[in-house]
Antibody, heavy 118, light 108 residues
């Protein structure tokens, strides 16, 4: 069974750094792309970017390029999303999702809530 | 930037047919996908590659495409179908993924 289990909720202050995780199991981690999706409070889904753990290839949405970094540790089949300096506007739920055939996402993590407040 | 346009809300009576549309100029070139998101839950893939339904998704959910518009049809809507629905595709180059703004389906 494919599972994506994300790290727990975070409360941070503006300017702080953060790294959230997405632990994958039930498939060959290095064979499929993993995307990150943001959902701000009461809003829709926003695609942030996607990376391939097998070769570290990545594509960032222009809206998020330079503000977040995607990475992975293949030895523990875990993908990461990190910020070096959070803003209040980063308050959102962040989902990781494994890409299936084409550009769709049949598997999703449960989401990580990030709250940034002074 | 590329955009997909969905109506903000759709209402349907129980047992009737609901249709949620999604428009975008790249849709004839790139497959569309549909997701259901209930409050407090992660999205669930309902339709992939315009018209295909993953195993476990009820047959009352179907997808279609006509020109630059794709449509999610829910035949015989049930109270449990009340949720947000998002369409998704890639831009014409296949590089960037984009989601529609979402449609809130009310069953009343």
């Amino acid at each position: 069974e494919v599972q994506l289990v994300q790290s727990g909720a975070e409360v941070k202050k503006p300017g702080e750094s953060l790294k959230i995780s997405c632990k994958a199991s039930g498939y060959t981690f290095t064979s499929d792309w993993i995307a990150w999706v943001r959902q701000m409070p009461g809003k829709g889904l926003e695609w942030m970017g996607i990376m391939h753990p097998g070769d570290s290839d990545d594509i960032y949405s222009p809206s998020f390029q330079g503000h977040v970094t995607m990475s992975a540790d293949n030895s523990i089949t875990t993908a990461y999303l990190q910020w070096s300096s959070l803003k209040a506007s980063d308050t959102a739920i962040y989902y990781c999702a494994r890409r299936g055939s084409g550009h769709g996402f049949p598997f999703w993590g449960q989401g990580t809530t990030v709250t940034v407040s002074s | 930037s590329y955009e997909l346009t969905q109506p903000p809300s759709v209402s349907v009576s129980p047992g009737q047919t609901a249709r949620v549309t999604c428009s975008g100029h790249a849709l004839p070139k790139q497959y569309a996908y549909w997701y259901q998101q209930r409050p407090g839950q992660a999205p669930i893939l309902l339709i992939f590659k315009d018209t295909e339904r993953p195993s476990g998704i009820p047959e009352r959910f179907s997808g279609s495409i006509s020109g630059t518009t794709v449509t999610l049809t829910i035949s015989g809507a049930q109270a449990e179908d009340e949720a947000d629905y998002f369409c998704q595709t890639a831009d014409s180059t296949g590089t960037y993924v984009v989601f529609g703004g979402g449609t809130k389906l009310t069953v009343l």
